[in-house]
C-alpha cells in the first residue's frame, strides 16, 4: 500500500517537475517576451472556443432551416442603416445570420484543417522514418513520389483530386492528406539520416532492439521537433487549401459549408453591394490563419537549433 | 574443444564502394576461450572496429561479409538469419562504444535504457527488473543507484555514462562483450578505472572480452592475449607478454617504442615514420613494408603469410625480429 502510495506521489510531484521545468525553460522565457506569439496563441485560444462552444451562443443554427426566414435576408451588421442587433454581422441571400453562419463553418474549417494535419503528419512521418532508416529501393521509391509531387502546386494536385472524386468531407480530407504528406517525409527523413548515424541507435542495435522499436521509440522522438513545427503551420495552410477549393466550388459539401465556402457564397452577391457577406467570412479565414503562423513561426524559430 | 568460446576463421570484410574495393578486414583467424580478454591493437583505419561488427554481423551496406567463419558457441554466426542474430546481440554478445556523450539516447532515463535488455531478453517482471537495474548500477560504482535510476543521460558525467553503458552491456550476462575503445572519450583518471572496472566485472560474470583499442599501454595492463591489425590483416599475435617483452614484428616493436616512457632520458619520442596507406592502393607486398625501418627488396613483392615462432605467438614478416622456430 505505502508503495502505491509513494508511487502515486512521485507521479505527481513529476507532473508538477515537468510543468515547473517548462515555466523555466528557455523556450517559455522567449515565448513570454513575444507579442506575436503571445497574440498567435490568443487568436488560436478564440477559434477554438467558437468552434466548441460557439454554436450554443450564436442566434441561430444557419443550416437548420426551422430557424431562419427568407424575410429576414439581405440584412446588413447591426452598426448599419435598417440593421437588426439580433444578426450583428448581417444575413444572406437566405436571410441566414452570417455570424452563426461563420461560427458552424469555422467549425468545419478548423476540423478539416486539424484533421488533415493530423493524417498527412503520421503518414509523412512514418514514410520518412523508414526512407530514412532503410534506406535503398524503398527510399528511393518514396521519395521519388515525393519529389514528382512537389514539382506541382499543392492546390493543383487537391484540385485534380477532388475534380475527380467530387465534393464531400471525406474526400477532401484524402486529397489534403495526399497533398501534406510529402513535407513531413521529407523532413523525417533528413533527420532520421542525421539520427541513425549516431552511436545510441548502434547501441540499440547492438542490445538486439527489433528494427520496429528503434524506429518508434528511440528515432521517432528524436526527430519529432521538426514535426511539430510542420504541423503548426500547415494547420494554416491547410484551412487556406480548404477554402481555396470551396471557393473553386470543389470543397466541402454546401451542406456543410467552411469559411471558403462562405466567402464563395457572400461573392456571388458581392456586387450588388451586400459586401458583408463574403467580407466576414474572409475576415475570419484571415485572422485564423495569421494566428496559427504567429504562433508557427516563433515555434520554428525557437526549436529549430540551426536558427539559433 | 569445450573452452573455445568465439573461433573467427579467415574472416573478410569487404566494402564495395564507387572508388573500389576496401578490404578492411581480410583474412584475419583467431580464437577466444571463455573468460579470456583479448585485445585488438591497431592505428586508425587498420579494420579493429570492423572485425567488432562482423562479429555482431552489423556491417552494413556497401560492406559484407565475403569470407570466413565466426564460430559462437559451436555455430557459424555467418549463416544466422537477422532474427536468429536479434537474439544473440545483447543476451550472449554485448557492445560498449567509444562514446558515453552519444551512447545513451538523450530522451529516455537511465532506467528505461537499462530496463530495454531485460525488457528483450529475460523473462523478468517489473519488479525483478527495477531490483536488477539497481544491483547493475550497484556493480558498476554508481552511487545511490535507486535515486539515479530516474536520472536523464544529461545529469550524469562522461565516465558515469560510460559506468552506464557498461551496465547495459553486462545486463543480460552476455558470454562475449566487445569493447570499441571504451575509454578513448574519457579522462585518463578515469579511463583506468573504467579498466579495472570492466576486468573485474568480466571475471567476476565469467564472460570474455574482446578490448579494442589503439593504445598498447591500455591493452597491456589488461588482456591475456593481443592481436595487432594493420590495414585488415593480423601482424601479429600471441600472448600478453610475447608481444610486449619480445615483439617479432617491426610494426608492434614500433608501437612499444612510441609509448612515452615518464623516466625515458630521451629528449623525442620515437615514432613510426609515414600514415596508413589508402586502402584503395595498398602497397604489393607487406602493407607495413613502405613504413618499415628493416624492410628488403622481398617485402615489397610478397605478402607474408602468418606463421608460427612459438606456441600461440604468430607473427606475418619475412624477417621478424625474432628468428622463426626458436624455442
Known sequence: MTKLKIGVLSASVNAENKWSQFLQSEFYFNYKRNIAAIAGTILIILFLLMATVGPLLVPQNPYNLQEISILDAYKPPAWAEDGELRYLLGTDSQGRDILSSIVYGTRVSLFIGITGMLFSCIIGTVLGLVAGFFGGKIDSLIMRIADIQLSFPATLIALFIMSISGRGIVNLLIALTLVGWVIYARTVRGATLAEKKKEYIEAVKVIGLPNYKILFKHILPNVFTSTIVIATIQVGSFVLTEATLSFLGVGVPVTRPSLGLLVKNGYDVLFSGLWWASTFPGLFIMLLVFGINMLGDFMRDELNPRLK | ?327
Open chain 2, 1 to 327: 574443444m569445450v573452452n573455445k568460446l568465439l573461433e573467427v576463421k579467415g574472416l573478410k570484410t569487404y566494402f564495395h564502394t564507387f572508388k573500389g574495393t576496401v578490404k578492411a578486414v581480410d583474412g584475419i583467424s583467431f580464437s577466444l576461450n571463455r573468460g579470456e580478454i583479448l585485445g585488438i591493437v591497431g592505428e586508425s583505419g587498420g579494420g579493429k572496429s570492423v572485425a567488432g561488427f562482423s562479429i555482431m554481423k552489423l556491417i552494413e551496406e556497401p560492406g559484407f561479409i565475403q569470407a570466413g567463419e565466426i564460430i559462437f558457441q559451436g555455430e557459424d554466426i555467418n549463416r544466422k538469419n537477422e532474427r536468429e542474430m536479434k537474439d544473440i546481440r545483447g543476451k550472449d554478445i554485448a557492445m560498449i562504444f567509444q562514446d558515453p556523450m552519444t551512447s545513451l539516447n538523450p530522451l529516455y532515463t537511465i532506467y528505461q535504457q537499462l530496463e530495454e535488455v531485460l525488457k528483450l531478453h529475460s523473462k523478468m517482471g517489473a519488479k525483478a527488473r527495477r531490483e536488477r537495474c539497481i544491483e547493475l548500477l550497484n556493480q558498476v560504482g554508481i552511487p545511490q543507484p535507486a535515486d539515479r535510476l530516474n536520472s536523464y543521460p544529461h545529469q550524469f558525467s562522461g565516465g558515469m555514462r560510460q559506468r552506464v553503458i557498461i551496465a547495459i552491456a553486462l545486463a543480460a550476462k552476455p558470454k562475449l562483450i566487445i569493447a570499441d575503445e571504451p575509454t578513448t572519450a574519457l579522462d585518463v583518471t578515469i579511463q583506468a578505472q573504467i579498466l579495472q572496472l570492466l576486468k573485474r566485472l568480466v571475471q567476476e560474470n565469467n564472460s570474455s572480452l574482446i578490448l579494442i583499442t589503439h593504445d598498447l599501454a591500455v591493452v597491456s595492463q589488461m588482456v591475456d592475449k593481443i592481436i595487432v591489425m594493420y590495414c585488415g590483416k593480423i601482424l601479429e599475435q600471441g600472448k600478453i607478454d610475447d608481444i610486449i617483452y619480445q615483439p617479432a614484428h617491426p610494426y608492434t616493436s614500433g608501437l612499444l617504442n612510441s609509448i612515452p616512457r615518464l623516466r625515458d632520458q630521451k629528449k623525442r619520442l620515437e615514432q613510426i615514420p609515414g600514415i596508413v596507406p589508402n586502402m584503395f592502393q595498398l602497397p604489393a607486398g607487406c602493407n607495413f613494408a613502405p613504413r618499415c625501418r628493416c624492410f628488403r627488396d622481398k617485402c615489397l613483392v610478397d605478402q607474408p603469410e602468418i606463421a608460427t615462432i612459438e606456441k600461440e605467438h604468430g607473427v606475418a614478416c619475412h624477417f621478424p625480429l625474432l628468428e622463426v622456430g626458436r624455442i
